[in-house]
């Protein structure tokens, strides 16, 4: 397997574990002011965030958005494995498109996002996932990869009935799906983002939380003489933000 004909690449144990439990540990300080968890317990995170969410809509909401928006997020990409990986697949050059926090809970099936490439707000064709565990569990789902699909590049997207962005089966059929359900603390995956892929239902005891981050290539984009874009996104999905078109 490699990342350019594949698409992906899983590194186990590549990411600084102080790096993780710092995120995590920031993440508890946010919610700390409104609920009354105790911070040093193995499921704090979990059980802090059930009691903000018992709390009402737009507590849970806000203190979700303000996970995105950690700076310790972005700054994974200082972390000595990452920044290796990263250079080594050539990104010397290159712009963070987007960086957040996703959480996924057991039996949530409305967020869980079908077979899709990432397309919205690129601005390259040259780009790069880093998707990084913040917790570990038994069945708690993830990632499935479809390997080569890359190299079709952006593909017209459908929308679900619930608004998801998805396509057909006839846009992978001649990849073998690859799972990606046991990690650990440290591991990491590095996507490409026009690698077709979808998440993986959590059926744990716990909530999945994933720090994700998005880089392009910033060398040598022709495009940007005409567009920030390589490519005229809304012919490939609609461009709306997740919130804005789910159901």
């Known amino acids: 397997m490699t990342y350019a004909k594949d698409g992906y690449e899983i590194c186990n144990r590549l990411v600084d574990t102080g790096r993780i439990e710092a995120i995590r ?9 409104h609920c009354d968890c105790p911070a040093d317990q193995p499921d704090s995170l979990d059980q802090c965030f059930y009691a903000i969410a018992a709390q009402g809509q737009d507590l849970k909401t806000n203190v979700y958005r303000l996970f995105g928006r950690l700076a310790d997020v972005p700054l994974l990409l200082g972390d000595l494995g990452v920044s290796g990986k990263v250079a080594a697949y ?7 498109q987007a960086y957040s926090v996703f959480c996924l809970e057991p039996g949530n099936t409305k967020h869980m996002f079908l ?5 919205r707000d690129r601005t390259s064709r040259k780009s790069l996932i880093i998707w990084v565990p913040l917790s570990v569990g038994a069945n708690r789902g993830g990632l499935a990869l479809y390997p080569g699909t890359h190299r079709k590049g952006p593909l017209k997207h459908d929308l679900s009935p619930g608004g998801q962005l998805l396509l057909g089966e006839n846009a992978f059929a001649d990849s073998a799906r690859r799972d990606i359900t046991e990690f650990e603390f440290g591991d990491c995956v590095f996507v490409d983002p026009y690698l077709i892929h979808e998440s993986i ?8 939380w994933t720090a994700v981050i998005k880089i392009d290539d910033a060398s040598g984009q ?8 390589p490519f005229d ?11 804005e078109r789910l159901n």
């Open 25 to 33: 540990q920031k993440m508890i300080a946010i919610m700390a002011p």
């Open 90 to 96: 050539g990104f010397t050059n290159y712009t963070i």
């Open 115 to 119: 077979p899709h490439q990432d397309l």
């Open 201 to 208: 239902e959590n059926q744990g005891d716990g909530i999945r």
């Open 222 to 229: 022709a495009h940007v003489r005409d567009s920030i874009h």
């Open 233 to 243: 996104i809304d012919d490939y999905i609609d461009s709306r933000s997740n919130a």
